[in-house]
């Protein structure tokens, strides 16, 4: 860290929000120009950059930023140039700052003085209020084509149970495109982000518990959508059927939620008014002898199964007073079936 | 076969093999498993049962933890199979640089080598089932890693993965159906009986107060990098030095790979450090630094994963993304989460004792002082600095520290329960335990088979070197016999 020529800009609060735009790569002037003119037009489109760009300027009390720029680059700002030409300048300036360790830190980010320098452009160009962007997110996204779907696995899936098809591991839903979809491409099912693995001739995505949970206690129906947080679009590219289960051979449904999941050791968790630990359970069949087993201790059990719900007490906190993963399991006290629920945690 | 003590010996027996082996995982059911059809009698002793032991047993491993907090019970597995009936499978051998000695990492060098454990990694990676024992990044991701240049001080690793093998539902078939293994369940040992040097036999008790002895011409301890120095601290007398403690050693430079989340990295959108199944099994691409980068730095050794997360407000990827601020990424960028998995540097004041309290089966409880040197906190710091100038001279993206390095604040670190360093390797008795064939100095007979007999420990999972080490064991015992 001594090394380090840094300027650190300390303006707290400063967590506005940035915003992109299917045009936050091009925005350039392709004719030459004035090395002035190509600057301008190259800090007037950046986008995202008016925290930094503000920062800097409240830093900077008088800065000139396009000045420095073209002092920084070491160009006559009259001179005619390639946009290429100028781009490639820059590229090297930006570079050559780290090299020289010519760093501005700003909440945490390390960035060359030459980008911030531009972003303060951006926002002496635009004005202070011009540059604020808007809120992004998922809901505020626009709709719009990100890709064209040509079918999705699976279609249908038992509420409650693991997503299945031949081809897939379990809980992966699989979407096959035109082209190859960005990595960067979010499915938002259920409120639920979920990154997407990309390939040449589609995507899919591992759902995760809390993904699953939310599908179990949808409707009869899951939309599925791709989200492009950086264009800020979003497109529908499919649906989930869902059919209600009829429970395994041994009577139990896989549980569809499930808490608590972990405490620190000793540390009485949904704690009850007799002081016990409790655990929660929603399954939407179960058989009648049923009782939570956790760690192989068969746990005090009450069943709703109007509700869908099972609840069982840990009177003895020695049961989770050590750390370590705890299996819970249901165990049908008639047939001895077991259906497993999860693992609990107990942190140090 | 495989038999609890309790139902095939009567209290107060003495049995005698060839060769035993205290502790049933991965290390010990290597060797057991490596040493069928030598005919010799082997004997391999496990502290628990078939299945997790009950909260009772669990207590066998409390101790008192001072210094950095410490999980002393957590990952310990008492039962057949150990610690591979919950382990994540990441497999890796140690790097060139590991078994080095660095001038700058005081204690650094193992007294073997690289191409000594060559062959007995790629058996290892049988036991262990995984695919391939080719760890060359070699094109396993396509373009989808930051391209480390010879001169970025970087390089991008691989690591491979187990299923994971679970080694009591792989491989108890195997010792069961051998006539010349016998296991032994619910056999704690609780004693090493020895004299002049020759250890004659290993005293074993049950929970029950039942007790055995069990004789052989050689013994291996395989319990575990937390166990292993704790019953050779227990050989200690008023007049003599434990077994392996004869320049005081044992116990010291406790070691474990521990894991710290500085902030986050901008850079090329498609990156894939996680894994993912390659051409030739389930892979995982990583970041560390080169061994050029380790020596002008003057760093530990590391990795770095990367996992993609919502972008910031401060800096967003269309920031970035302007002309001319990162060329290197095509201008699709994405924001990773960092995590780093740290090598510790050996400390000599990071170490096991005995404490005064005893547990059920009569043993002096652990202490363990777990420590992280000052020098660990500025070498990460040091590689940060280099990974943030690499990327943004590069032109590949910029860094974020998001959780500068506070040693005050001891919840930055987690440990990654890979016990090491406590039963150090060295050609010299005079700085370590036990010597390069895993014998314990000063001993004719009694050897270690553990990541405790790690001199200094990278940053790769430590279970491939473990079996790695136990199967070179297990063909040194076979030539002993000879």
């Known amino acids: ?348 | 076969m495989i038999e609890d003590i309790r139902q095939a010996l009567d209290d107060g027996d003495t049995a005698s093999f060839d060769i035993v082996v205290a502790g049933a995982g991965p290390a010990g059911m290597s060797i057991a498993l490596a040493l069928r059809g030598s005919g010799l009698r082997v004997a391999v002793l496990e502290a628990g049962g078939r299945t997790h032991p009950d909260a009772d047993e669990l207590r066998l491993y409390d101790g008192e933890v001072t210094g950095l907090p410490y999980p002393l019970g957590a990952s310990r597995q008492r039962f057949f199979g150990g610690t591979s009936n919950h382990w994540g499978g990441w497999c890796r051998p140690l790097d060139a640089i590991d078994f080095q000695a660095r001038d700058w990492i005081p204690m650094s060098g193992w007294p073997i080598g690289e191409d000594d454990l060559a062959e007995w990694y790629r058996k290892a990676a049988e036991i262990l089932e995984i695919g391939s024992s080719d760890y060359k990044f070699d094109g396993h991701a396509g373009g989808h890693v930051l391209p480390a240049r010879s001169d970025s001080g970087f390089r991008n690793q691989l690591f491979r993965f187990s299923p994971p093998t679970r080694f009591a539902q792989r491989y108890a078939e195997a010792l069961e159906s051998d006539p010349d293994t016998t296991v032994f369940l619910h056999a704690a040992v609780t004693g090493i009986e020895h004299d002049n040097g020759r250890v004659r036999s290993l005293s074993v008790r049950t929970l029950e107060g039942l007790s055995y002895s069990i004789r052989a011409q050689q013994f291996v301890l395989a319990a575990g990098g937390l166990e292993v120095p704790r019953l050779l601290l227990h050989t200690e007398s008023a007049s003599v030095p434990a077994l392996g403690n004869q320049s005081g050693w044992l116990g010291r430079c406790f070691m474990d790979h521990f894991g710290y989340f500085p902030g986050y990295l901008m850079t090329r959108a498609d990156l894939r450090y996680h894994q993912f199944e390659g051409r030739d099994g389930e892979i995982m691409p990583v970041l560390a630094p080169s061994e050029s980068l380790m020596a002008r730095e003057r760093l530990n050794n590391f990795c770095i994963t990367l996992t993609a997360v919502e972008p910031d407000s401060v800096w967003p990827p269309e920031a970035l993304a302007t002309p001319g601020l990162a060329r290197g990424t095509d201008g699709e960028v994405w924001r990773y989460r960092l995590q780093l998995i740290n090598e510790p540097r050996p400390n000599q004041d990071s170490r096991l004792t005995l404490s005064d309290e005893r547990d059920e089966l009569g043993l002096r409880r652990l202490q363990l002082h777990w420590a992280i040197a000052e020098p660990d906190l500025e070498s990460i710091e040091r590689l940060l600095e280099a990974l943030g100038l690499w990327v943004g001279s590069a032109g590949l993206g910029r860094l974020q520290l998001t959780r500068p390095i506070n040693p005050e604040n001891t919840e930055q670190f987690s440990g990654g329960l890979h016990h090491m360093g406590t039963t150090r390797m060295s050609r010299d008795p005079d700085r370590g335990v036990v010597d390069p064939d895993c014998r314990v100095f000063d001993t004719d007979n009694l050897y270690v088979a553990s990541s405790s007999v790690f001199p200094t420990a990278g940053y790769a999972n430590p279970t491939l070197t473990i079996v790695a080490l136990a199967l070179r064991l297990a063909e040194h015992l076979r030539g002993e016999r000879t």
């Open chain 1, 1 to 348: 860290m001594k090394r380090r020529r840094f300027l650190a800009l300390t303006g707290g609060g400063l967590l506005l929000v940035g915003t992109g735009g299917l045009l936050w790569r091009v925005g350039s002037a392709p004719e030459p120009a004035t090395f002035g003119v190509h600057l301008g037009a190259l800090a007037r489109d950046m986008s995202g950059a008016a925290v930094i760009g503000r920062a800097w300027l409240n830093a900077n009390e008088g800065s000139e930023p396009k000045r420095e720029l073209i002092e920084e680059l070491a160009l006559d700002p009259n001179d005619e140039i390639e946009y290429d030409t100028f781009v490639e300048r820059l590229a090297q300036r930006v570079e050559r700052d780290f090299e020289a360790q010519a760093i501005l830190e700003h909440d945490g980010w390390w960035l060359s003085e030459t980008e911030a320098r531009l972003a303060a452009l951006h926002v002496a160009l635009l004005g202070f209020e011009a540059s604020e962007p808007a809120e992004p997110g998922f809901e505020q996204s626009r709709e719009g084509r990100l890709v064209r779907v040509r079918d999705q696995n699976p279609g249908s899936a038992k509420r409650g149970e693991p997503l299945t098809h031949p081809t897939l591991p379990d809980n992966v839903l699989s979407f096959r495109t035109s082209r190859r979809p960005p990595n960067r491409l979010m499915l938002v099912v259920e409120g639920h982000q979920r990154p997407i693995s990309a390939g040449a001739e589609g995507f899919s995505v591992t759902l995760n518990d809390a993904a699953l949970a939310a599908i179990a206690r949808a409707g009869d129906e899951v939309d599925l959508w791709l989200y492009d947080p950086v264009a800020q679009r979003r497109q529908m590219v499919g649906t989930l059927l869902l059919e209600e289960p009829a429970g395994n051979e041994d009577g139990f449904c896989k549980p569809t939620d499930w808490g608590a999941r972990a405490t620190r050791a000793g540390e009485a968790f949904n704690e009850q008014p007799d002081g016990s630990a409790a655990f929660w359970i929603q399954a939407r069949c179960f058989p009648e002898q049923t009782v939570v087993v956790f760690d192989n201790v068969e746990l005090p059990t009450t069943l709703q199964p109007d509700e869908g719900l099972i609840t069982a007490r840990l009177p003895d906190p020695t049961l989770y007073a050590r750390p370590g993963e705890y299996r819970i399991e249901l165990l049908d006290r008639d047939s001895g079936a077991a259906q497993l629920v999860g693992d609990f945690t107990v942190h140090e």
